[in-house]
């Protein structure tokens, strides 16, 4: 049973270019979650995601972000037009519901570098 | 004041020591995690409390609701235990974990 994937490991973009990220949850997991973590800083919580439904973004930036979880394929979280401030590791996690009282399983995460 | 904060922020250790990480939350939460974090790696979950205590391996974590205080402890500590150790808990909203800033701990020989 496969982990939480998350491709690619290493990004690098240019500033005005689109990043995208994908996560494919461990079987059975339907429920996503995506993380930042800044340079020096602290997790934070992102979006939250079922097939087809995003249940929390409260976390996501207004602007030029972007995440889907589509009933094929993998969640994607998306960034339009990078800017330096964007660099970050961008952690997926899964679960098999809503995990109040689970234990959640984290990828290994995406690095985001924008030059 | 962050809703969750680890002490200390950094620990060095020799090897075989015993190590105490604590973790003080300001909010009612459902559960709370502990979570290991290589350099350049990804994250793993340690533990998972929502009251008492759990042991895995030379790894025990216990959790005091009513004190809002967690503590993650290594037993016989070894350099492969070197890493960011981090404290999460699920607040009102299960669907989010509100992060400490984690505890950066390098075991030396």
């Known amino acids: 049973n496969a982990g939480v994937m998350q491709n690619p490991r290493h990004l690098v973009r240019r500033r005005g270019q689109e990043a995208r990220l994908r996560c494919s949850p461990m079987?059975?997991?339907?429920?996503v979650y995506w993380y930042r973590q800044l340079p020096e800083e602290g997790l934070k919580f992102m979006v939250y995601l079922q097939k087809e439904n995003i249940i929390d973004e409260s976390g996501m930036p207004k602007e030029r972000f972007s995440a889907e979880f589509p009933k094929e394929g993998p969640s994607i979280l998306r960034i339009q037009q990078v800017v330096r401030g964007d660099s970050a590791a961008y952690f997926c996690?899964?679960?098999?519901?809503?995990?109040?009282?689970?234990?959640?399983?984290f990828g290994e995460g995406s690095w985001l570098t924008v030059v | 004041k962050n809703e969750v904060e680890q002490s200390p922020q950094n620990l060095t250790a020799q090897e075989g020591e015993f190590i105490t990480i604590n973790c003080s939350y300001s909010?009612?939460?459902?559960?709370l995690h502990w979570l290991q974090q290589h350099p350049g790696g990804g994250i793993v979950s340690l533990f998972m409390?929502?009251?008492g205590k759990k042991k895995h391996g030379r790894l025990i974590a216990t959790i005091n609701i009513q004190e809002k205080h967690s503590s993650l402890h290594i037993t016989a500590s070894h350099p492969r235990d070197s890493a960011v150790y981090i404290c999460a808990v699920n607040t009102g909203t299960a669907s989010k974990l509100t992060f400490g800033t984690g505890t950066r701990l390098q075991v030396t020989l």
């Open positions: 996690a899964s679960s098999p519901r809503n995990f109040g009282g689970n234990t959640i399983y």
């Open positions: 079987k059975g997991h339907s429920h």
């Open positions: 409390l929502s009251s």
């Open positions: 909010v009612g939460i459902s559960a």
